[in-house]
């Protein structure tokens, strides 16, 4: 019995997590986002899986990420959360647009 309540706990407070694909959303903007049910993750925490991804896509050209907006939904521990993440990619050197 105690193993089971065990497995019962680890698996509600264990988190399922995905991030979409980066997408245009205008000139040189882009946008990812990032779900995350279940678990007790930080809105900043969300946010960041959005950002990480970010600037995989960033440095995969070449070029240094840069935050333009980002917002959340969802409660902690309730509902899902959602994390957006407007970015555009920069040269790494002087920090001009794509």
Request: proline residues 3%; hydrophobic residues 40%; charged residues 15%.
């Amino acid at each position: 019995m105690k193993t089971i309540t065990t497995l019962a706990i680890v698996a509600l407070l264990a988190a399922c997590q995905s991030v979409s694909d980066v997408v245009p959303a205008g000139q040189d903007t882009y946008l990812v986002g990032a779900t995350v049910r279940g678990g007790m993750s930080s809105d900043a925490e969300v946010t960041a899986i959005s950002i990480r991804r970010g600037n995989e896509f960033c440095a995969a050209k070449g070029r240094r990420f840069e935050i333009m907006n980002a917002a959340n939904s969802g409660t902690q521990g309730w509902t899902p959360q959602q994390s957006q993440v407007m970015f555009r990619c920069v040269d790494a050197q002087i920090g001009n647009p794509l």
